[in-house]
């Protein structure tokens, strides 16, 4: 089971549609798609700056924002199954199908490990792989990403959120970083993945 990030900053890119057929084509019954916040979380930082909310309203608003994304990923691409737990993840990918993550259960009322801006999708997408127990996370990214020898010096850099270093010291997965281009790559990891994913 793979965990995919697509970050939101792809949104207006015009590579979103190669990374959606790659996916469906080669994903089916092994890939989860985690959607990127994006312009549409972003707008909630900007409304925090301007009115001083609390992180808990601004948490909510860009789990909104990640589901802004994941419908209009499934606007574009039909064959994604939009999923909201666990449960219908993995019954999908039983059926042999990609499954994309709606994350509304991320909605909270109370301030938890969760709701901060050190917390973005990123850090989710490791989340949820920790949770189903993924072999693989992916994080597809539309800037550049450097050189590095520790997930702490991403972070610095604005690559990964602050808490990603934390929780990728503790997940006993493969992350792997891929930038925007990096199509061939990534078919490569899902062709080279020919033993069939263990579901629950």
Avoid: Y
């Amino acid at each position: 089971m793979w965990v995919v990030k697509l970050g939101g900053s792809l949104a207006e890119d015009p590579l979103l549609v190669d990374w959606l057929e790659l996916l469906t084509d080669l994903g089916g019954g092994r890939v989860i798609i985690v959607p990127g916040g994006g312009g549409f979380a972003e707008s909630a930082r900007r409304a925090q700056t301007l009115w001083h909310f609390d992180d808990l309203a601004g948490h909510n608003m860009a789990v909104l924002g990640m589901g802004q994304f994941a419908f209009m990923l499934n606007g574009m691409h039909a064959e994604l199954e939009m999923c909201a737990n666990e449960q219908d993840m993995i019954s999908t990918m039983r059926r042999g199908r990609v499954a994309l993550w709606i994350p509304l259960n991320l909605l909270r009322q109370q301030v938890d490990e969760l709701t901060s801006w050190s917390v973005t999708s990123d850090s989710l997408a490791l989340w949820l792989a920790k949770r189903l127990n993924a072999e693989r996370v992916v994080l597809v990214k539309a800037c550049e990403i450097p050189v590095f020898e520790h997930w702490q010096e991403l972070a610095d850099c604005g690559v990964v959120d602050h808490r990603f270093p934390e929780l990728a010291s503790e997940r006993g997965n493969v992350i792997t970083l891929l930038e925007r281009t990096a199509l061939s790559t990534m078919r490569a990891m899902l062709l080279d993945a020919h033993t069939p994913c263990a579901l629950p």
